[in-house]
C-alpha cells in the first residue's frame, strides 16, 4: 500500500522560497500521478499543482503558476515542490497525494481521484 510522507514546510518570510519533499514508500511512484493540494484554516481545500506520472504533464493552479514547480524523481520514489516568492495567502498546510493511472495528463481539480494521501506539512509566511 502506498504511503506518502511530506516534508519540507515552515516559517519564512513573504518572498522567501521553500522546498517540500513527498516521500512515497510501500509501491513506486512510477505509475502515480502526484497532485499537491493545500488547506488554510476556514478554507477548504484546493489544488495547488500535479504532474503525470512520467512528469511530462503538471499543472498549476492560477495563484501559484511562475512560482511554484512542480517536479519528481521516480528512482527515488520522490516528488517535489519548490515555491518561490511566497506570499502570506500560501499560508496552509500542504498535502500530497497520489492517483494510480496510465493517463500522460493529470488534474487536481477532482481530489477524490486521489486516493493515498500524506499527512501535511505546515506552511506560514509572514508578512
Known amino acids: 500500500q502506498l504511503q506518502l510522507v511530506e516534508s519540507g514546510g515552515g516559517l519564512v518570510q513573504s518572498g522567501g522560497s521553500l522546498r517540500l519533499s513527498c516521500a512515497a514508500s510501500g509501491s513506486r511512484l512510477d505509475n502515480y500521478n502526484v497532485g499537491w493540494f493545500r488547506q488554510a484554516p476556514g478554507q477548504e481545500r484546493e489544488g495547488v499543482s500535479c504532474?503525470?506520472?512520467?512528469?511530462?504533464?503538471?499543472m498549476y493552479a492560477d495563484s501559484v503558476k511562475g512560482r511554484f514547480t512542480i517536479s519528481r524523481d521516480n528512482d527515488k520514489n520522490m516528488v517535489y515542490l519548490q515555491m518561490n516568492s511566497l506570499k502570506p495567502e500560501d499560508t496552509a498546510v500542504y498535502y500530497c497525494a497520489a492517483h494510480y493511472t496510465f493517463a500522460t495528463w493529470c488534474t487536481f481539480t477532482l481530489s477524490s481521484i486521489y486516493k493515498s494521501w500524506g499527512q501535511g506539512t505546515q506552511v506560514t509566511v509572514s508578512s
Open positions: 504532474i503525470s506520472d512520467a512528469g511530462g504533464n503538471t
